[in-house]
């Protein structure tokens, strides 16, 4: 008898203990699991905001950690102590119940208030600490103003103005100063979107109407992963953006390239010395750093971002310039500006340098010619609903082509944006 029912509790706590660890053995497969440190990890951070945060998580959890001990002890110990030793007992009354002991019952009052006051004084200086960037700091401060719309990111740089045009204006990758601390003034243009830079600070949400603000730091050149953190719409899963800093020279040279107009590909003969001549001509202005060229290179993602910040050796100035003329005759233009060619639309991302980007349809597809094919190709089976096809592609009041794009076009287009440097 006992034994019966002995093994029949060590067969339920068995399966307890299996249900509520089976995540942990299912991630075991996964070493990155236990590192914490994916592209998009709270824990593996990289700056003081989200530090502040993910230090303010620690604490709760070593606060209720200590109180699940206490409690699971104190369970187990009654569990234990006061369990039915024979068959009688199982079905004995129970022993007198005791109520109320005054003791006990402050003392677990005290000790509740105790363990929230822990929690809360550090909760309340990082709230005050992630609010707005430091008093002593406010001066070094770099401003941009972040504005979604369905289902995309643009940033601006208040302070790059350009002659006669407004601010410097760019979309879905925001590059900043590395080491200093990042005002991002957030603005919507539709509904609520939610920006958050997981390893750089805590998400902030982007209203109508409303003036939010976020601000973050990022201690080194990084490259980070970002992503709209509230539902908006058919293809808010894969509304994402992505964040680069720079050291200070960097970001200098970075500001003034952007600051040039879109870059002119005079259409020569591909592979002709006057191609070459153009190609050599092409200088990025005074970056600290300069591309692995060798194609083999296993380079990280910042490497990969200063890659593309470079024209392509490979490119051909013909089928740039049937692009160019391809993006005026499929309207293009009426949605993207390209600063300095026909472009002036603002329905869509600016595409004046999208050729130094590495991410194309905010931040879901990387900036290769295969996956600018396949974007140009039905951006609506990579995005569903969104506004370039329905409205640009086709007229969503009769499903009508409002124009087609032969693969011969598409490869032209995908030239012309790829040299867009
Ligand atoms: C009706 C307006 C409209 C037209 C016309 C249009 N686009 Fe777009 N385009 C958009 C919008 C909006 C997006 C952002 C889509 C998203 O990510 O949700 C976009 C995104 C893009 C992107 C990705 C940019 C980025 O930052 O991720 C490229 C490249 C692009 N369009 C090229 C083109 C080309 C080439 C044409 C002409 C064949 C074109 N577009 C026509 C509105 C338009
Ligand atoms: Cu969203």
Redo the contacts with the bound molecule.
């Keep these: 008898m006992y034994l019966k029912s002995f093994s029949r509790t060590l067969a339920r706590i068995g399966t307890r203990a299996l249900v509520m660890a089976s995540p942990l053995l299912l991630a075991g497969c996964d070493l990155n699991f236990w590192r914490m440190d994916g592209h998009q990890s709270t824990i593996d951070v990289a700056g003081p905001v989200a530090r502040s945060q993910r230090d303010l998580f620690y604490i709760t959890c070593d606060v209720t950690f200590v109180i699940f001990i206490i409690v699971a002890s104190v369970l187990a110990y009654a569990t234990f102590k006061f369990r039915a030793r024979t068959e009688a007992d199982a079905h004995a009354e129970p022993p007198p119940q005791g109520h109320g002991n005054p003791l006990v019952e402050i003392g677990l009052i005290a000790g509740s208030v105790f363990a929230l006051v822990i929690i809360a004084i550090p909760t309340l200086k990082a709230i005050w600490y992630t609010y707005d960037v430091p008093e002593a700091e406010k001066a070094n401060a770099y401003e941009v103003t972040a504005t979604?719309s369905q289902?995309w990111f643009k940033f601006e740089y208040p302070k790059e103005q350009i002659n006669g045009v407004g601010p410097l204006t760019t979309g879905n990758e925001l590059v900043i100063p590395a080491g200093r601390p990042v005002r991002i003034q957030l603005r919507t243009a539709d509904v609520i979107?939610?920006f958050w830079v997981p390893k750089l600070a805590g998400k902030v949400d982007m209203i109508p109407n409303r003036g939010n603000a976020i601000w973050m730091e990022a201690d080194q050149p990084g490259y980070f992963w970002g992503q709209?953190?509230?539902?908006?719409?058919d293809s808010?899963a894969v509304?994402r953006f992505r964040v680069i800093a720079l050291n200070e020279k960097d970001f200098a040279a970075w500001l003034s390239a952007q600051k040039e107009p879109a870059r002119v590909v005079a259409a020569v003969a591909a592979g002709s010395p006057q191609a070459k001549a153009q190609f050599a001509s092409y200088k990025i202005n005074e970056y600290g750093f300069t591309p692995k060229w060798d194609p083999g290179a296993s380079v990280t993602p910042l490497e990969n971002w200063q890659q593309q910040q470079f024209p392509n050796k490979d490119e051909n100035p013909a089928l740039i310039a049937q692009g160019r003329k391809l993006f005026q005759e499929k309207t293009c233009i009426g949605c993207h500006t390209v600063r300095g060619h026909e472009g002036v639309g603002i329905t869509g991302p600016n595409l004046t340098h999208v050729g130094a980007r590495t991410t194309i349809a905010a931040g879901l597809l990387e900036n290769t010619p295969d996956q600018l094919a396949r974007w140009l190709r039905h951006p609506n089976q990579v995005k569903p609903g969104n506004k370039m096809y329905n409205g640009g592609y086709i007229d969503p009041k009769t499903g009508k082509a409002n124009f087609t794009l032969t693969e011969e076009d598409i490869t032209a287009l995908v030239a012309y944006l790829s040299s867009l440097k």
């Design positions: 979604a289902w979107h939610s709209c953190a509230e539902y908006c719409g808010h509304m």
